[in-house]
């Protein structure tokens, strides 16, 4: 026979309404939180699905931000270069009347000074800040004004006015990602932007008999070029044009010395790396440890000039009055720059296109993955309300059925 004493059905009932009041509690929690998940134990599965899916989300929203920053930087990139090609237009202009024959050197020097003051502006342009304070076109250099004017005295000018227009800047090395190991590059270098001829360096050094005497490299336009123990100047100037630098090398079949030469109009960066000086030893740059640009070597030969030179050799044949210069170098120079500034509006176009088509990708993916986790880890509010509802009763009915059931006790038959 059984016993039972006097504690136990007490202790039963209130084993048996702790663990009522637990799970009315965890499922007040669960409806607190909008999960189902309250403990790992709730779902395993869902909750691995459910930490994937937010991670996940989390990358897509950092993604979407991206590629938002990235679409208003390039919408001001471009507005700024289109204001520099309507100056250039303007330029154009100028330099057709000019070469007409049909203006006296007053009214070509008139046309100058126009043209200097419209100078002044492309170099303002060329130094504009976005909204966050940083400098458009200075690469990583993006608070250092990228164009520094030298001014001096004109021939036929009546003030001092820009003489030359140097590059401060440095390459464009800022990415963005916009996708899972997907970037975009954000900005566009002063020395790519506002260049217009193709970019010569002739090294004067016969380089026949040259042989790397350490490893070592040197970076052309950013990209690292590796250079090997007995490396020839042939094996340098193939692994230069392997690379994914915009240049071409070559050996000058007059000098024997290294030539490089841009693929495009741009400003050729080139610097040896710490403790190496190939460049150096081939005749390009100079020999010293300051790493800034220009900085070629003064026996080799240099060609390829800014939008700058081409504007200020204008305005200088302008105050000549040479004619057949403006109608020649003037023009041609203009041409150049303003196909080079086509160019470079085409690209940041096409960054824009890739950009927003990434956006809108992602704003797709985004309410994709969210549902996905709702699924996985949201509470089904009607189901919990008709849980809580009756889980609620049967508590009150237990209360209810233990008061009436609980043996009377010594202190009951005191009163």
Known sequence: MRRISTDMPNNDMQFRLRRQE???????????????IHDLRDDPLGAAHGVRYESYLARLNRFENNTQYAKDHYKITDGYLQQAQNVLQRIRELAVQGANGTYAKDDLKNMAVEVNELLKELVQVSNASGPDGTKLFAGDKAFTDPFRPVEGTVSGGGESMILRVEYQGAGADRKTEISDGAYSNLDLSGGEAFWAEKMQIFSSNDATGYRALKAGGFYVDGQRIHVDVGDTVYAIAAKINESPAPVKAYIDPTTKGLAIEGTNAHLIKMVDEEGSTVLSDLGILKPTV?????????????????????????????????????????????????????NRLAELGSRQERVEATWKRINTEIPDVTAALADATSLDFTQAATDLGMLDFAHKAALQTTAKITQPTLLDFLR
């Open 22 to 36: 637990d799970n009315l509690s965890a499922l007040q929690s669960k409806i607190a939180t909008q999960s189902k």
């Open 290 to 342: 300051d790493p800034g640009a220009p900085n070629w070597n003064p026996s080799a030969r240099v060609s390829g000039g800014s939008m700058f030179d081409m504007v200020i050799r204008l305005r200088d044949s302008l105050f000549k009055g040479d004619t057949e210069a403006i109608g020649s170098r003037g023009i041609a120079g203009i041409d150049l720059a303003l196909d080079n500034m086509g």
